[in-house]
Each structure stands twice: as structure tokens, then as C-alpha cells.
């Protein structure tokens, strides 16, 4: 149901009735995006707004750029300029419909000023603005992972290893340093093994985790613990 619907409160009062919960969110989406927004932000042109809305939320987990946005827009006829792209993907960071993390290289330590990967605020209003039509299980469960880091008080960076190696998430508070990486399923030994390869290049000794959708407990590998994603929420 949380994948389903996500997570505002009130949704639990409906009794799981898919219709009502749609209306729910459908209203809450509106809401947010004239009032917040365009109110706020004097947008006149929504419809292109909403479009950006769909590609950020459609490439949940992926890097993307302004510029990126504009002209995945302009080639599908939608003519938009990267500066105002940028305005928007400014609104809707202010409004908390969308968060922006941005890369760290881990062994230089500091921030790198090109590409974020952007997460939406509620996997419901994702699931409403685009029909549910795009599942992706890797990419919702680590929108998820971030959302809860977040909560948690960290402050959740994408970590640049070595070459295109990246570690989902490295999330800092002022008593420590821990790393994620979230995948769907690891069950395939490949699969495992690639997901596993950026946290053991990294040579600290800060914790390291592996969150799935699969059904282990307590398993480990060279020190990297491998948790349910429940278990991780739940903990």
C-alpha cells in the first residue's frame, strides 16, 4: 500500500478504497502545484510546468540537468528555455514537491557542482501524475530509502566513487557517516556482486548498507550489511 498510495496520513482512514485515495491525492497534487507554484511563482504557462513535473518524476533515481529537461522538451515540441527550467525546478524544490541531491566525490571530498539526481516528496502523487504506468522498483524503493534518510535527519548526498562508480546515497549528521545502496533485488549473483563493488572501493571505515526488497535478515558481505527495506524502516 505505501508503494501503492504513499504515505499522507489521511489515507489510512480510506480504508484502502483505490477511488477515494486517488480523488485524495489528485486533490493535494492540485492543491500544491496552483497554489504553491503557480500562484506564488506568477507561472503562466501550466501545462509546460506540468511537464517538467513528469520528467522529473518519471526519472526519479537518473541525473539530470536543466538543460537535460529543456531539451528532452524542446524535441518533443515543447519549447522551453534552460533558464526557465531551472526557475521551475526552483518552485517546485521550495514548494517540497521535489528534493535535489547532489554528487560528492568521496575521495576528494567536496560536492560536485554538475548533474543531481531528483526524488519526489510522496510515491502516491508520482504513481497519480503518471498512471501508474511506471513502476520501476529499483529507482521507487531508493526515492523511498532517501525520503526516510532525510527524515532521519541526514543530510543525503549521491557519492562519486571512481570512474562510474557511485554509491546511492552517502548520509552525513554531525555524529556520523554511513553509505547506501539500494537495489530492487540482489537474489542474482551478478547483480549482487555489481551492487556490492562501489561500497568495498571505498577504503573508510564508515558503515556501510545494501537495502533490497529481498528477503534477508542478517546477511553480510566483507562488512557490508545487507537489510530488508522494511527492516530499514521499521529500525
Do not use: C, W
Request: proline share 1%.
Amino acid at each position: 500500500e505505501y508503494l501503492k498510495y504513499g504515505s499522507f496520513p489521511y489515507i489510512t482512514a480510506l480504508d484502502n478504497n483505490k477511488e477515494a485515495i486517488t480523488e485524495y491525492l489528485k486533490g493535494i497534487y492540485n492543491t500544491v502545484l496552483l497554489k504553491d507554484v503557480v500562484a506564488k511563482n506568477k507561472i503562466q504557462d501550466v501545462m509546460i510546468l506540468e511537464s517538467v513535473i513528469k520528467f522529473l518524476f518519471h526519472n526519479i533515481g537518473s541525473f539530470i540537468s536543466a538543460k537535460k529537461i529543456s531539451d528532452t522538451l524542446n524535441s518533443n515540441g515543447r519549447k522551453i528555455s534552460v533558464n526557465t527550467v531551472e526557475s521551475y525546478l526552483s518552485a517546485l524544490k521550495n514548494s517540497y514537491i521535489v528534493y535535489q541531491a547532489n554528487r560528492y566525490d568521496i575521495k576528494g571530498k567536496q560536492y560536485l557542482k554538475t548533474l543531481a539526481k531528483y526524488y519526489v516528496v510522496d510515491i502516491g502523487l508520482r504513481n497519480i501524475l503518471l498512471n501508474n504506468q511506471y513502476t520501476d522498483l529499483g529507482h521507487v524503493l531508493e526515492n523511498i530509502v532517501y525520503l526516510e534518510l532525510i527524515r532521519r535527519g541526514y543530510k543525503v548526498s549521491i557519492g562519486k566513487v571512481i570512474g562510474d562508480k557511485e554509491v546511492d546515497f552517502v548520509a552525513v549528521n554531525e555524529k556520523e557517516t554511513v553509505y547506501y545502496q539500494v537495489a530492487s533485488s540482489v537474489a542474482d549473483s551478478k547483480t549482487l556482486q555489481r551492487e556490492l563493488s562501489s561500497l568495498e572501493i571505498i577504503d573508510d571505515h564508515y558503515p556501510k548498507y545494501l537495502i533490497t526488497s529481498d528477503d534477508y535478515i542478517d546477511a553480510t558481505h566483507n562488512g557490508i550489511k545487507q537489510m530488508n527495506v522494511i527492516d530499514f524502516l521499521l529500525s
